[in-house]
């Protein structure tokens, strides 16, 4: 949920990255970060344990304008994508406004992409959301993967449900940064929308 500073007219949105470990989570928001200019942004910040890591940083974004005179402020997260880590997604997923779904276009990752796109409707149903309401933008990183191992646009939005749910989709390559800030723009485009 949206967080309302009235003394200094900002609006605090929430916006995790998730998806199955290992798709592009962590890439998308440092190259972001890498770009920002220094006085827009929080510093990049790691939350690490032996086994798992979250980022987490802040930004003004330069040209989303104002909402009824208050300028946004997202807050960008990732989750850990191991399967493991389901009760650290569920803490970090707590009170985002819009997600980002990154998902592996490797054709052998598609069962993991499946899994994880089901874990985020139960989740975000558990805390009294609807799920197909609920602002979610869907990236399909890793476009530059040799042919045979690739999935086709068609195939990914067959098995994620991309056209049934009306989602946005952009194709990506986080590693170079094609697509991403066209993501992070659909994303806080949709979050503002529901605002």
């Not at 939350?47 to 208050?70: N, Q, S």
């Not at 300028?71 to 980002?100: C, I, K, M, W």
């Not at 592996?104 to 959301?129: C, F, G, I, P, Y």
């Amino acid at each position: 949920m949206a967080l309302i500073n009235v003394a200094a007219r900002e609006i605090h949105c929430k916006i995790v990255y998730y998806g199955p470990g290992m798709c592009g989570k962590t890439t998308n928001l440092q190259y972001i970060h890498s770009q920002v200019p220094k006085d827009v942004k929080g510093d990049l910040l790691s939350i690490a344990t032996e086994t798992e890591r979250t980022l987490f940083f802040d930004f003004l974004p330069l040209d989303l304008g104002k909402v009824r005179g208050f300028q946004t402020r997202f807050h960008l997260y990732t989750v850990p994508g191991q399967v493991l880590y389901e009760r650290t997604r569920v803490a970090v997923l707590n009170g985002s406004d819009g997600v980002v779904f990154v998902a592996d276009s490797n054709k052998n990752k598609m069962q993991e992409n499946v899994n994880s796109l089901k874990e985020l409707a139960q989740n975000v149903t558990r805390q009294n959301k609807k799920f197909a309401e609920f602002p979610i933008v869907i990236q399909y990183n890793k476009r530059d993967l040799p042919r045979e191992v690739l999935a086709s646009v068609q195939t990914m939005d067959h098995f994620l449900g991309v056209t049934k749910m009306n989602w946005p989709r952009v194709e990506a390559v986080a590693t170079t940064g094609t697509g991403v800030f066209e993501t992070l723009r659909a994303i806080s485009r949709a979050v503002i929308s529901k605002l």
